[in-house]
DNA sequence: TTTCCAATTCGGAATGACTACGATTTACTC
DNA sequence: GAGTAAATCGTAGTCATTCCGAATTGGAAA
């Protein structure tokens, strides 16, 4: 997803385009990976100094839910990112030094549904861990 | 894992033996899922009405970090259940009502391995949420 | 263009999980 | 039974997140 599309998003659900949704959407599609709700704030410190905390998490809120953003909890954080392009449904590596994803198209979720008849099966999370090839030849 | 080979852990890495852990761990051992430490103090208030929260995040702490315990996040919160009696790496589903977990014997590590031969791959999480058959009946 | 108002933002206080810490108590060793 | 390090207690602090009332504003309607 890029901030184009966002936006016409937002515009089709009957919300406002606001200074703070620009700036919010154009910084994680330049980041393209996982920020959390502060790390949003430190990036947009200097254009938007103003920006109330409120307004951060309102909006990111709102982003995830209407599945603009990803959203992934880690280390007792919340942290989103711009949606993957990709159609369907996928996971990610995730990068624990820098936050950058990778798409994955493995998902068990057919094998469990197999092994599980008699349970409800609502919702999964399967991400994986560690360091990115760029982060590694970094360290 | 049972309450006696856990006191038994505890004893060869050299933790004493007290009221607030025998109380914490018979008591995840009865429930046999997902607790919070607010779960735990509150189920342990009639009986150690003056353990503090910092007794019980401390032993769950500990306890996970020696596998007594397996531990998740969910909703925010830490949860904590005694560790499965089942050798080697498995999953879990995870009832959002109660709590209880059914053991899942899938895993698709193997092929996201090759899939990032370029990755350090240090951990991951796969999980299943839904309804126990027991709920769902109850409901 | 001006008016209008619900949506949005702001600033700051409240919440809730978790951690830190000094004082006190306790489990184990000798 | 005395000594000591470990454990607990009580309480205060931290940090992410939520809440709320007052002020502002985007955009539809006049
Ligand atoms: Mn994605
Ligand atoms: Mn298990
Ligand atoms: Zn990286
Ligand atoms: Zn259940």
Same mark, same amino acid.
């Given at each position: 997803?890029?901030?184009?599309?966002?936006?016409?998003?937002?515009? !089709?659900?009957?919300?406002?385009?606001?200074? !703070?949704?620009?700036?919010?959407?154009?910084?994680?599609?330049?980041?393209?990976?996982?920020?959390?709700?502060?790390?949003?704030?430190?990036?947009?410190?200097?254009?938007?100094?103003?920006?109330?905390?409120?307004?951060?998490?309102?909006?990111?809120? !709102?982003?995830?839910?209407?599945?603009?953003?990803?959203?992934?909890?880690?280390?007792?954080?919340?942290?989103?990112?711009?949606?993957?392009?990709?159609?369907?449904?996928?996971?990610?590596?995730? @990068?624990?030094?820098?936050?950058?994803?990778?798409?994955?198209?493995?998902?068990?979720?057919?094998?469990?549904?197999?092994?599980?008849?008699?349970?409800?099966?609502?919702?999964?999370?399967?991400?994986?861990?560690?360091? @990115?090839?760029?982060?590694?030849?970094?360290?």
């Amino acid at each position: 997803m890029n901030f184009d599309i966002a936006m016409e998003r937002l515009k !089709s659900e009957g919300f406002k385009r606001t200074p !703070s949704r620009e700036a919010i959407l154009r910084l994680l599609e330049r980041e393209d990976r996982y920020l959390s709700a502060g790390d949003v704030r430190k990036a947009l410190a200097d254009q938007h100094p103003k920006m109330s905390q409120d307004t951060v998490y309102r909006n990111l809120s !709102s982003f995830s839910e209407m599945k603009i953003l990803e959203e992934t909890e880690l280390g007792g954080e919340r942290k989103f990112r711009m949606h993957c392009n990709r159609h369907g449904h996928h996971h990610h590596f995730i @990068c624990m030094e820098c936050g950058r994803t990778e798409e994955l198209d493995v998902c068990p979720m057919e094998q469990v549904s197999r092994a599980l008849p008699s349970f409800v099966i609502d919702d999964h999370k399967f991400e994986v861990y560690g360091q @990115c090839p760029d982060c590694r030849t970094a360290g």
